[in-house]
Each structure stands twice: as C-alpha cells, then as structure tokens.
C-alpha cells in the first residue's frame, strides 16, 4: 500500500483523498491516515511544484556543480554537504558514485553572474574542495517524471 500511496503522490500530490482511496480501494479517511503516517514516519518530507521557468520567470538560471572534494576524517562528506546544503541557492546536494567528482549540487540563481558569484565566492572557498566543474542547464524536457513542454512524445519517441 505505502508504494502504491507514494507512486500516485509523485505524479500528483495535489490528489484528493476520496479519489486516493477510490484509486487504492479504501476509505478517504483510511487515505488520509496513511499519509499522514508516511509523514509522521519521515518517509514523505515535502511536497513541491514544477514550474515551467520559461513562462513562469526567464530570468532565473539552474546550474549543476560537480565538485571534487577531500573527505572529512570521522564523517567522510557529511561535514562539506551539511554546509554547503545551508545556502540559500542550494536546491539539492547529492553524492555520487563515480570516480569523476563526489558531490553533485543544484542550485538556482537570478541570472549568471549570481551562480558564477556563488561557486568562486562562497563554494570554492570552503575548506575540502578541491575542484569545482559548473553546468549551466539551458533547458528542462522533464522534471520528477513530468513534461515540462505538456505534451508526451509518441510511443516511437519521435517529436
């Protein structure tokens, strides 16, 4: 049940809980209840919109920041995440398994210079980090699984 609760909640968080619990065959209270227990349980930590930036604001710029970091005696990268998780312009900081770059970190900023400002001047300078590689996304097709553009390609995957 809890699968099938956080699927439908991924592609729709917004979703009633009458029709939660039509779609899972129990009450809407039960629906409630069971949410409300994924939440309790830490299990759900937010809910969020996705935007379309291109007709909600244009000017802000999303960045992806691979970095190169030393990892802390005692905590390994914990330290360096928490602190850089801590900004304002920080999105998401993830770990990674490849052997390229150990953090990847999202961040969001009112244009160019605002990133470029915040990669030289506040991530690079943080004790541990030893490289820092910025990719500047131009565009977004897809985001948690929706189309951004509204509009689902055909079952060839052709425009």
Known sequence: MKNK???ILQQ???????????MLGISADEAAAEIK???????????????????YDKSTVYATIELKVTPQRDCG????????????EVESVSLMSSGAYDL?????????????????ERLATIDG?????????????????IFIDGEEPDERGLC
């Open 5 to 7: 609760i956080i699927s």
């Open 77 to 88: 990268f914990d330290d360096i995440a928490k602190t850089i998780m801590m900004y304002d």
């Open 37 to 55: 227990k994924l939440e309790d349980d830490g299990i759900i930590r937010g809910y969020s919109v996705i935007l379309d930036e291109d007709k």
């Open 129 to 145: 980090i030893l490289s820092t590689s910025t990719h500047f996304i131009l565009k977004k097709y897809k985001e948690k699984g």
């Open 104 to 120: 990847a970190v999202e961040v969001k900023g009112n244009n160019l210079k605002d990133v470029a400002f915040f990669v030289s």
């Open 12 to 22: 729709n968080a917004r979703i009633s809980n009458v029709a939660l619990g039509e």
